[in-house]
């Protein structure tokens, strides 16, 4: 299971904790990526320091700059194995 920063917002206090995600914390989506190295980008550092107006919705898991390799892939265009940045 990754791990992840989670956002999350209770009575306007926001909190940032680093926890196991399990598939079903994500959203659908066409590609899953394994990650050799990542970083936090400037506008998701935002996010952790000032909620809002940059997280849209709540939990939130920050995004991150990342060199990876596709894990699974269900569009045609992005085979498994691949490599990205």
Known sequence: ???????????????????????????ESEVRLRVAYSSLNYKDALAIARGEPVVRQWPMVPGIDASAWSNAARARWFAKATACC
């Open 1 to 27: 299971m990754p791990r992840a920063i989670l956002l999350s917002k209770h009575n306007d206090r926001i909190g940032a904790v680093v926890r196991e995600l399990s598939d079903a914390d994500f959203p």
